[in-house]
């Protein structure tokens, strides 16, 4: 088992940053892979940036590339989003998940095991 705590949301203007966290416990953190997820209202659950344990590989949405920057600290077991440029459209609850394996095998939901509670981030115009 894993359990994920995101912090980090909040409210920011468009253009803005916010860095968020995922803090984990459980299993070996350096033993799995981690990404983020986002939801906004009646929307799905969308891949945003995905990385594995060793960092060597990491995938990020078309829509985040180029803005976000995922990135983790296996002796603190935390993975960060760095997300740059907000724009409104990325107002959403952001998800942080691991997948019990420490590559990355897909960018879908169900490539990933274990889930946070979610943080909100709101970009205003």
């Known amino acids: 088992q894993v359990q994920l705590v995101e912090s980090g949301g909040g409210l920011v203007q468009a253009g803005g940053s916010l860095r968020l966290s995922c803090a984990a416990s459980g299993r070996t953190f350096s033993g799995v892979a981690m990404g983020w997820f986002r939801q906004a209202p009646g929307k799905e659950r969308e891949f945003v940036a995905a990385?594995?344990?060793?960092?060597?590989?990491?995938n990020y949405a078309d829509s985040v590339k180029d803005r976000f920057t995922i990135s983790r600290d296996n002796a603190k077991n935390t993975v960060y989003l760095q997300m740059s440029s907000l724009k409104p459209e990325d107002t959403a609850v952001y998800y942080c998940?691991?997948?019990?394996?420490?590559?990355?095998?897909?960018?879908?939901?169900?490539?990933?095991?274990?889930w946070g509670q979610g943080t909100q981030v709101t970009v205003s115009s």
């Open positions: 990385i594995s344990w060793s960092g060597g590989s990491i």
């Open positions: 998940a691991a997948r019990g394996r420490p590559w990355i095998a897909g960018t879908r939901v169900y490539d990933f095991d274990y």
